[in-house]
């Protein structure tokens, strides 16, 4: 059997995976576990941003939203743009 070590970017694909199939709660343990990890990448912030917005945590979102955009604010074309909109809308 082989060992495999779950790395942030496992847990990011698993919190995505759970948000889409709206199961935001479960969603927020997987991302906790990618961030727990002491990951700073732009995407996973983001990703964790909107899995706050989508669980009415919207000072959490605003935190994770804006410090995704801070660290690379062209990490994803589409998605920095749905960054801006979700933080204009949590004003």
């Known amino acids: 059997m082989t060992s495999h ?12 995976a759970l ?17 727990a990890i002491g990951t700073r ?4 912030l983001y990703h964790a941003g909107m899995i706050a917005a989508a669980r009415g945590d919207d000072s959490r979102a605003r935190e994770l939203l804006t410090d ?12 920095a743009t749905l960054a801006q909109a979700r933080l204009a809308d949590l004003k």
């Open 5 to 16: 070590a779950n790395t942030s970017e496992d847990y990011d694909a698993l919190a995505r």
């Open 19 to 35: 948000l889409a199939n709206d199961r935001p709660e479960e969603a927020q343990t997987a991302i906790d576990n990618a961030l």
């Open 41 to 44: 990448d732009a995407k996973v």
């Open 68 to 79: 995704a955009l801070a660290i690379d604010a062209s990490f994803d074309p589409y998605q």
